[in-house]
């Protein structure tokens, strides 16, 4: 991805290199700072949303990513969480918001702390496979990444599905916009980063040890069953 300029100032190597976005778009070890932005943004996003609806007398648009009740894991961890694991570049995470941004649009629906989690897991999975080369995540296949975001595998398959039919299969992110993002990423987050874990990704080799937790902590049992959308 080559700089560009957005309203008189040029974006590319600097703001990837901010962001701990690596160029090559290979995956880089050590917490990267766009997980902490990108975290205080969906955070300080579902404070508004839930301000907003709470104090409204219209219903919010219940989707299939909807759980029942919201996880106890918070954003920071999960994000954390999917970084650790994966394995994949650095920046999956910002394609994966365009993605949450354009399914909250298409659907007409809030981020809220009862969809995030499985907007996030999924958006990052499709992203992981649209973008990355397969030679780095070959090994990461949908029951992997249930097990990494604490869902079952057909859940997996159904939110996976749900996501792509939502974008038309539009998965396609231009440099413009991914510059964008990153703008966005880092003008909004607005916190420096201070991991609330040491991440060594090296020691794990992308995948939970035997005497680690392989399965994320299950997320609340989610109503997509009940609803259309």
């Given at each position: 991805?080559?700089?560009?300029m957005?309203?008189?100032?040029?974006?590319?190597?600097?703001?990837?290199?901010c962001?701990?976005?690596?160029?090559?778009?290979?995956?880089?070890?050590?917490?990267?700072?766009v997980?902490?932005?990108?975290?205080?943004?969906?955070?300080?996003?579902?404070?508004?949303?839930?301000?907003?609806?709470?104090?409204?007398?219209?219903?919010d648009?219940?989707?299939?990513?909807?759980?029942?009740?919201?996880p106890?894991?918070?954003?920071?961890?999960?994000?954390e969480?999917?970084?650790?694991?994966?394995?994949?570049?650095?920046s999956?995470?910002?394609?994966?918001?365009?993605?949450v941004?354009?399914?909250l649009e298409?659907?007409?629906?809030?981020?809220?702390?009862?969809?995030?989690?499985?907007?996030?897991?999924?958006?990052f999975?499709v992203?992981?496979?649209?973008?990355?080369?397969?030679?780095?995540?070959?090994?990461?296949n949908?029951?992997?990444?249930?097990?990494?975001?604490?869902?079952?595998?057909?859940?997996?398959?159904?939110?996976e599905?749900?996501?792509?039919?939502?974008?038309d299969f539009?998965?396609?992110?231009?440099?413009?916009?991914?510059?964008?993002?990153?703008?966005?990423?880092?003008r909004?987050g607005?916190?420096?980063y201070?991991?609330?874990?040491?991440?060594?990704g090296h020691?794990?080799?992308g995948r939970?040890?035997?005497?680690?937790?392989k399965?994320?902590?299950?997320?609340?049992?989610?109503r997509?069953?009940?609803?259309?959308?």
């Open positions: 991805m080559g700089a560009m957005i309203k008189g100032k040029a974006v590319g190597s600097d703001l990837y290199a962001l701990g976005i690596d160029k090559s778009g290979n995956w880089v070890p050590g917490a990267p700072r997980l902490s932005l990108l975290s205080s943004i969906l955070e300080r996003s579902i404070q508004r949303n839930e301000k907003l609806v709470g104090g409204s007398r219209r219903m648009v219940v989707t299939i990513f909807h759980g029942t009740k919201a106890a894991l918070g954003i920071r961890q999960y994000v969480r999917i970084f650790k694991y994966s394995k994949c570049s650095n999956c995470f910002v394609v994966a918001l365009v993605y941004d354009r399914f298409r659907m007409g629906a809030h981020l809220t702390s009862l969809n995030v989690h499985r907007l996030l897991i999924t958006s999975m992203a992981a496979k649209f973008i990355d080369d397969h030679r780095i995540c070959r090994c990461y949908n029951a992997y990444y249930a097990k990494v975001g604490g869902v079952s595998t057909e859940e997996m398959n159904e939110l599905m749900k996501l792509l039919f939502s974008l539009r998965l396609h992110v231009t440099t413009e916009v991914f510059n964008k993002y990153c703008l966005k990423i880092e909004e607005g916190v420096a201070q991991p609330s874990q040491q991440i060594q020691l794990l080799g939970p040890k035997k005497d680690e937790n399965r994320g902590p299950k997320l609340p049992g989610h997509g069953r009940a609803c259309s959308t």
